[in-house]
């Protein structure tokens, strides 16, 4: 019996589950991504690029499990808020509070079990969808990667059934607390709006303090760094709630009292049902002008880091790359690359010194850059006689300090440089090897020669000892400081852009639950004025003017703080709002999606037939 009633349930109810069953299909899918790229032993040790981005993985877990058992605590207790009639009758007719809590939660756990199922396999499209592009942008071949991982399905699963007990928990005992007469009359009941709100010039001015606070956190976060961090979360998320709280009623309010606004067309109408509902609508708004910050910011932040690799070892690498001893093989590539400079130079090592021909260098200077001004140069010229200090080092300034650094970057921190002259060269007694600079028109169009050349000399490591990082067995140099960053930067915009996705999803939803969940009570006021004689089409042309004002409160405060917050990045990234236009984009087509199905949906409960 209980099992008929709970899909019984689900069946008159299926387009309000359905909301709450696709966000969390997004959520689950997403989860299980994640799990599959951070706790894949095998893929993991496999593949030592990944081991940079396994933290990124596994920090987008924890958030998403945050931001999902909010999701579903909200969502299940505005399903339960459309059941409360329901589930008054049930027990006006003999059954036991038990009884229905028994329906409510095997609801609760049937479309959680059918949204892990679909939210799986989406997963596991979503993981090989990723590993693809992953493996693709860092031209690698991935070993021992499962699209379905077992353990991965496994904590996906303990984890979102426990969830969905837990918050079904927590509202069957507010469900158990309440009267029979409460149940029945739960359509009925509404949040007055209070005539006058008390202290709304102190709680508006407090919220523009706080936001003033938050956002200068934000733009000078270079400077106050940790206070920033703390402060800037902290103050503006509770100016933003205070300024919901206060600023729109008053807001609707100054629209009621212009009467050239008013009384055009069914204004008065629109900015009634806007009053009429304003209590319980404006913590809703205020929350998701935070998810949407988040989200935004989140897919914003995701192109920002995956550009900035790039842009990054741009400036730490002047030049593309340093070959030692180039062969045959090595040259063939270089000829395929427009070279706009390439500059040769020899040096020799014993165990005291890093020696250099003084004349080659001084002929052919290398680009360095200047970290006082942060601009490219050619080194000063060598002073005609270099002193040595009391520890054996040749005072060579700052300037040919860095271009030694430049131009020998795998050999600049063995042992002291000695620049001597070509007889003095000739003499020391040890292996000289050949220096190759290359610089191209440009870095990033050239990726697969410049990570050539790395395996051409990592090959011949045999004829010439080249050092390496032996946790990645990568040389030092610019394409494999540019393939550690480009893989924590991708495995960062992944994590930004599906979670970004993810967070969308939710909070589109809780704002479609909210404006829908007050439907019935609304169905009565519309019948009034289509028997007034109103015409269908302007009863719909309301609905969509309400809801788009409800949709563009939280949207606009909430893109704002995307614009602010991301100057916050600026000590860390050389460009933060790279590519913002399309997080932007991909906000506005969900949001507007979700826009158009809530008003869609709502005609249809409100607007008689025909």
Avoid at 8 to 34: C, H, N, P, W
Avoid at 461 to 483: A, G, H, Q, V
Wanted: charged fraction near 20%; aromatic fraction near 14%.
């Amino acid at each position: 019996m209980i099992l008929k009633l709970s899909l019984e349930g689900l069946k008159r109810k299926q387009r309000d589950y359905f909301i709450l069953f696709t966000g969390l299909i997004v959520s689950i899918a997403v989860f299980y991504m994640f799990l599959t790229l951070g706790l894949n032993k095998e893929f993991i040790t496999g593949n030592s690029v990944i081991n940079h981005i396994q933290l990124v993985f596994i920090v987008g877990i924890v958030l998403l499990s945050v931001i999902t058992f909010f999701y579903l605590f909200y969502t299940n207790a505005f399903l339960l808020s459309l059941r409360k009639k329901e589930f008054g009758m049930y027990e006006l007719i003999g059954a036991k509070k038990k009884q229905i809590k028994q329906v409510f939660l095997l609801e609760t756990m049937l479309i959680a079990a059918a949204a892990l199922g679909a939210g799986i396999f989406l997963g596991a499209l979503l993981s090989w969808l990723v590993s693809s592009l992953l493996a693709a942008q860092l031209n690698v071949e991935f070993i021992a990667f499962k699209v379905f991982y077992g353990p991965a399905a496994f904590w996906t699963m303990v984890y979102f059934l426990a969830v969905a007990y837990a918050v079904s928990f927590i509202n069957n005992r507010k469900l158990a607390k309440a009267s029979i007469n409460d149940l029945l009359k739960a359509e009925v009941k509404h949040d007055p709006l209070p005539s006058q709100p008390k202290n709304s010039a102190l709680m508006i001015f407090s919220g523009i303090v706080l936001l003033g606070i938050g956002y200068a956190a934000l733009f000078f976060m270079e400077i106050l760094r940790f206070i920033g961090l703390f402060a800037a979360p902290a103050a503006t998320t509770l100016g933003t709630y205070l300024l919901f709280a206060s600023l729109l009623p008053i807001i609707v309010r100054k629209w009621k009292r212009n009467k050239a606004l008013n009384f055009k067309g069914l204004n008065a109408f629109t900015f009634a049902q806007l009053s009429f509902r304003l209590n319980e609508l404006k913590w809703v708004l205020a929350t998701i002008a935070m998810l949407i910050a988040l989200s935004a910011g989140a897919i914003a932040g995701g192109f920002a880091f995956k550009n900035n690799a790039l842009l990054s070892v741009d400036e730490e690498r002047l030049y593309d790359a340093a070959l030692y001893n180039p062969g045959e093989a090595e040259e063939e590539v270089l000829k395929t690359i427009p070279l706009e400079e390439r500059l040769s130079y020899r040096f020799k090592m014993d165990e005291e010194f890093v020696y250099y021909v003084q004349d080659e260098l001084e002929a052919n200077p290398p680009w360095i850059v200047d970290w006082i001004s942060y601009k490219t140069k050619r080194p000063e010229p060598l002073p005609e006689n270099l002193e040595i200090d009391e520890g054996g080092y040749q005072n060579l300034g700052d300037d040919w300090t860095t271009a030694l650094e430049t131009i020998n970057p795998a050999f600049s921190t063995l042992g002291m440089h000695r620049l001597v002259s070509t007889e003095a060269f000739e003499q020391v007694d040890a292996e000289e090897i050949t220096i190759v600079l290359a610089k191209s028109e440009g870095f990033s169009r050239y990726i697969e020669e410049w990570q050539t050349l790395d395996r051409l000399q990592l090959q011949e490591e045999s004829r010439l000892y080249i050092p390496l990082d032996l946790e990645y067995e990568s040389l030092s140099s610019k394409y494999s400081n540019f393939e550690s960053q480009y893989a924590f930067a991708s495995g960062t915009f992944f994590m930004g852009f599906f979670l970004g996705l993810a967070f969308l999803t939710m909070m589109a939803s809780i704002l479609m639950f909210k404006i829908l969940s007050g439907a019935n009570s609304d169905i009565r006021r519309y019948d009034s004025l289509r028997k007034l004689g109103v015409r269908k089409k302007a009863l719909e042309a309301i609905i969509s003017k309400e809801i788009f004002i409800v949709f563009s409160f939280p949207a606009l405060l909430g893109l704002l703080h995307v614009f602010v917050g991301m100057r916050m990045f600026t000590f860390v990234i050389i460009d933060p709002y790279y590519r913002l236009w399309i997080s932007l984009l991909i906000f506005l087509a969900i949001y507007g999606s979700y826009y158009f199905f809530t008003v869609h949906l709502y005609r249809k409960l409100v607007l008689p037939k025909g």
